[in-house]
Structures are given as C-alpha cells and as structure tokens.
C-alpha cells in the first residue's frame, strides 16, 4: 500500500493545526508556572489564533477550470476585450498558484518575455 505524497493543502492544514496545539500548550504552562511564581504573565486567550479549525479550501478540477475559462469567453460584450480578459485571468490563476490581488497587482513590466517568467512583486506580505 503506497502513500500519496502530502499536497500544499494538507501541510498548510498540519501547520495551522501545530500552531494552535502550541498556543493551547504554551497557555496551559503559563498557567501552570502562575502556581509557582505569581509574577508569571499568561498571554490572553485567542493571542495565539483562533482555536477553531478553518476550512479546507476548495482545489477546482481541471474540467472545472475548463469550464470555467469556457464560461468566461461566453461573457458579453462578445467582441469585447472582457471575455478575453477573464478567460486568461482565470488560466493565469490556474497554472500558476497566484493570489486574485498578485495577479491584478502584475504589470507588463513583471512579464519577462525571453522566458516563461513572471516576477511577483505585490505579495500578501509585501
């Protein structure tokens, strides 16, 4: 019986859900020192993350994304530039892993020509 190799979604959920179990942790010990020494400051509740679990995000099939870049070339005006402007902001998304904000931040500046390489300059970090 093979395993599959972990995908993006499933260790971001891993990160998130040690993240939390340390909060609780380090909570639970701040607590405890309380006993010993009175001087011992315990964060408040919630500084570590919420405790609830966030949701998985939804990973579109590639017919999905198909009919989806399908549908977008379907939008009105038909002679217009928006069908055309969906259709590839979706398979820019799709192909690439970029945030919507990354991909409405990139100028023509960022595209370099010579290779398929996209210099990423808005970040949700940045």
């Known amino acids: ?27 639970r010990q701040g607590e405890q020192l309380l006993d010993f020494d009175s001087a011992t400051q315990v ?3 919630g500084l570590m993350g919420s405790p609830r679990h966030r949701s998985t995000p939804y990973v579109y099939s590639d017919q999905e994304i198909r009919d989806l870049i399908h549908a977008a ?12 402007t969906y259709a590839t902001l979706f398979g820019l998304l799709s192909c690439t892993g970029l945030r919507i904000s990354e991909a409405l ?21 940045r």
Request: proline content about 13%; cysteine-free; hydrophobic content about 40%.
């Open 43 to 45: 964060p408040p509740a």
């Open 1 to 27: 019986m093979s395993s599959q190799p972990p995908t993006m979604v499933s260790l971001v959920g891993q990160y998130l859900t040690h993240r939390r179990m340390l909060g609780a942790q380090l909570l």
């Open 105 to 125: 931040a990139l100028v023509e500046a960022d595209v370099d020509r010579r290779g398929p390489i996209i210099r990423i300059v808005e970040t949700k970090f």
């Open 73 to 84: 070339r379907q939008l009105n005006p038909p002679e217009g530039l928006r069908p055309w």
